[in-house]
């Protein structure tokens, strides 16, 4: 396994937990929602498209699930965990099974 093998593998992860903090960050700190929905978005999509080329469809949209229950999980853990410790749990979470999603070779298979 070469680097940049290991770095393919890991930039959809990083791109979800980036997409997730920095978007409620954004929409947070501005009080603009829609703004930090396009931060989300964006980055978002970026990490759709990565992991597309690299897991094939069937994974990517088992992965585009798995952030939206996220997100919508961060929202009832709010009351629990304070806003933004339910915002590092969930992005955490996601990262964690987007990359194991994502596998070592890029064999853009299913």
Not at 19 to 35: E, I, N, P, Y
Not at 54 to 78: C, D, K, W
Not at 88 to 106: D, H, K, Q, R
Request: net charge positive; aromatic share 10%.
């Amino acid at each position: 396994m070469t680097v940049g093998n290991k770095g393919a593998r890991v930039a959809p992860p990083i791109l979800v937990f980036l997409a997730l903090t920095l978007g409620f960050t954004v929409a947070d700190l501005s009080d603009v929602r829609w703004l930090g929905g396009l931060v989300m978005l964006v980055i978002g999509g970026v990490a759709v498209f990565l992991m597309n080329r690299r897991a094939g469809i069937a994974r990517t949209v088992i992965g585009f699930f798995v952030v939206v229950v996220g997100f919508i999980s961060s929202h009832a853990l709010g009351s629990l965990l304070g806003a933004y410790g339910a915002l590092f749990v969930v992005s955490i979470a996601c990262a964690v099974v987007i990359y194991f999603l994502t596998p070592n070779s890029g064999s853009n298979t299913a």
